[in-house]
Structure formats: C-alpha cells, structure tokens
C-alpha cells in the first residue's frame, strides 16, 4: 500500500525551496535574496506566505533579515548540514515520538527560561510584553494566538542569549509552530497559555531565576496533556 504524501503549508514549502537552492549550490552564505516583489512572482504565493516562510528561515538561522538592506543566506550556513540530523525523528508521527519531542522542549526551555530570567534587559522586556499584548489582541483567532504563541518561546530563547540552545530549540520550530496553532484552536487552552506567559513573564521581570525553569516545564506540559485530552475525546 503506498504511503501518504503529507501536504506541507505554503510558508513551510517557501522553507524548503530555499533549502533545497542552498544545498545545490544555487544560494551561498552571504547571497542575497531576491526582493519580495521578485519572490512572490516568481514563486506564485502571496506576501503573506512570502513572509511567514522567510520567518521561519530566519527563525532557523537560515538567512539574516537586515532592515532596508533585504534578506541573505546567513554567512554561517552549511549547506551540508541543512538536512538536519532530526529529519528521520521528525518523520515519525507516533506517539512516543511525540512524548519524546516534548521532554525535549522541557529540558532546553526550561534552562533558556532560567537564562532569561537573569540576562534580560529593559529592550528586551519591552519586546516580551509587546508579544503579550498582541497575544490578548488576538485570542480570538486561533492562528495568529498560536504563531504568537511561538513567538514568546522563540523571543525568550533569544533573550537567553546562547546561541547553542537558541539553535536546538529553532531546529523545532516548525514542529513547534503546527503544534501551538492545533493547540490554540481550544479558547480555554489560549487563555490559559496566555495566563502561563504572563506568570513566566513575571519571572524574567523579577529576575526570578529559581522559579521560572520549573513554570516553564509545567506549562508544556499542561499545555501538551490538554492537547492529548483534546484529541481523544
């Protein structure tokens, strides 16, 4: 019996198209991109999709988005290595995998919580409130809450400011990002994430390194015993 083909979303299709261009030589590090104009074009999407997919290459350190100047691939990227060792795992949509990806996020974000919480600036606090504030604006669309949602965990990760759990925790933000916005289709599960970032979010403000790691662990996982409830009843 032949096996499904899963339907990838636009942003996510974006993301391998420029995979695939880097890892055949087509794009190097330090290449810029075309304009949006060009891109959208060329690849027939909207600037909408355009856009979330350049997100998400440059949530994954993929390509430097500079202001005024457009997007290039990222000096540091090794073409080599965009295949990522994690593919095979990811492949998997059994349960246990499933588990396995969340005892994952656990443990890294738990700690870049933690680092959070003791490097946090006044620009940085100022940046995790603005997501807060837009997250509320937003709980009454289950797509932009969830995107949102990522946008906090990634925004604390960069916080953090280590670039090698930073890197662990966006190799998953694609796994990420589908499972927050299937999560964020139940209004009771969007309040209470948002009641949960506001509780972390307290942590970094009061530099609360000693309770911040354990919130973050019990808010992934209610979150993820909620999604699992969700979906067998």
Known sequence: MQAAIRTVSTAEAVVNHFRERIEAGALKPGDPLPSERILQRSLGISRFSLREGLARLS???????????????????????????????????DQETADELLDARAIIESQLATLAARRADGADLARIEEILDRSERALGDPAAFGRLDYEFH????????????????????????????????????????????????????????????????????????????????
């Open 59 to 93: 949530a994954l350190g993929i390509i430097t988005i500079r202001h005024g100047k457009g997007a290039f691939v990222t000096d540091a990227v090794d073409r080599d290595s965009l295949g990522g060792v994690l593919t095979p795992l990811f492949s998997s949509r």
């Open 154 to 233: 990634h925004q604390l990760a960069i916080v953090a400011k280590n670039r090698f759990l930073r890197t662990m925790i966006e190799t998953l933000t694609d796994h990420m990002t589908s499972f927050l916005i299937e999560h964020a289709r139940s209004a009771p599960a969007r309040k209470a994430a948002l009641n949960h970032h506001r509780q972390i979010y307290a942590c970094v403000v009061e530099r609360d390194s000693e309770t911040i790691g354990p919130r973050m662990t019990a808010h992934i996982m209610h979150c993820w015993r909620r999604y699992k409830a969700a979906r067998t009843s």
